[in-house]
């Protein structure tokens, strides 16, 4: 069965009934795709600092200790020990542009999804899930518990977000350093948008990512990227509310369109690059078992 049958937010039952299709329709079958082995999709080179050597070939250049190699002359890094009880932070963008998308499967379904999954498979083991939720302002921070019921709380909050002010700018740097001053224990730290953001986001998104353990998931709409030739249409902007009427039939209007919608995602791809985060996008479109079966496949990869 897939996945992608759900129906809109607002038509959602129960957070019971959202756990309960998730259960059935994805994490039964990443069960079986995974054979239970979320080790490379949820951890990297491990979260508590063990000891120091000599740097070798092919060791991560991220955990160079750049004070004892000064000291020493040689370079040195710092090897971890993954725990067996990890706590992990979702970071959710839930500005006004997290609602575009199909109506039955707006990018803020995917997200509900994407994170009522994970925290899913991350408790089942004993593990820890909060959550800080951002709208155009930190809107909420949810404490970090295990169980079913933390799962629970979560996709009841998610279901029901803040409010979301219109004509208020998007800046995710505001989240990102909510989260610095928040997180005082190395963590597992997923940060979910569409990065539709005023600039500034990448440094603290850098000083994030040295603390902690972060994986980036960008959710997209491929009517984000290239428009259909639909005529006359009047187009919104989801975070200003400004309208404006545009002729989708014109090719060139769309190749402009197009380039620089790729243009954004070359610029954030070298954001997130120069930070040292994975990137991972996650389309409306795509099936969300095999969106994050790939996941695992590239973290294994680029370890």
């Given at each position: 069965m897939n996945d992608q049958t759900v129906a809109p937010l607002s038509e959602q039952a129960t957070p019971e009934r959202v756990l309960h299709r998730l259960d059935w329709r994805v994490v039964r079958r990443l069960d079986g795709l995974l054979q239970g082995d979320y080790h490379t999709l949820f951890y990297g080179t491990g979260l508590d600092f063990a000891d120091l050597r000599e740097y070798q070939a092919r060791d991560d250049i991220r955990h160079i200790d750049w004070n004892v190699t000064a000291r020493m002359d040689s370079p040195y890094v710092r090897q971890y020990v993954e725990e067996r009880d990890v706590t992990a932070w979702f970071l959710l963008d839930l500005s006004l542009s997290m609602?575009?998308?199909a109506e039955a499967r707006p990018k803020?379904?995917?997200?509900?999804?994407?994170?009522?999954?994970l925290a899913r498979l991350l408790t089942r083991s004993g593990n820890r899930v909060g959550a800080i939720?951002?709208?155009?302002?930190?809107?909420?921070?949810i404490p970090p518990r295990s169980g079913r019921n933390q799962v629970l709380r979560l996709i009841r909050e998610l279901l029901q977000p803040p409010e979301r002010p219109l004509g208020a700018a998007t800046d995710l740097g505001v989240l990102l350093t909510a989260a610095l001053n928040a997180l005082k224990r190395r963590s597992l730290v997923f940060v979910v948008s569409d990065f539709m953001s005023e600039p500034g986001w990448e440094r603290p998104l850098t000083l994030l990512n040295r603390r902690h353990e972060l994986i980036a998931v960008r959710l997209w709409d491929p009517h984000e990227v290239e428009l259909p030739d639909a005529g006359l249409i009047?187009?919104?902007?989801?975070?200003t509310g400004e309208q404006l009427l545009v002729d989708t039939s014109n090719p060139e209007f769309r190749r402009r369109f197009y380039e620089v919608a790729q243009q954004r995602e070359t610029q954030l791809?070298?954001?997130?690059?120069?930070?040292?985060?994975d990137l991972y996008g996650l389309s409306t479109e795509e099936e969300l078992v095999g969106a994050i079966v790939r996941m695992a496949a590239l973290r294994k990869k680029r370890r």
């Open positions: 609602g575009f998308g803020e379904q995917v997200l509900v999804d994407f994170v009522a999954t939720l951002y709208t155009n302002r930190v809107a909420q921070t009047v187009v919104e902007d989801a975070e791809k070298e954001l997130t690059r120069r930070a040292g985060v």
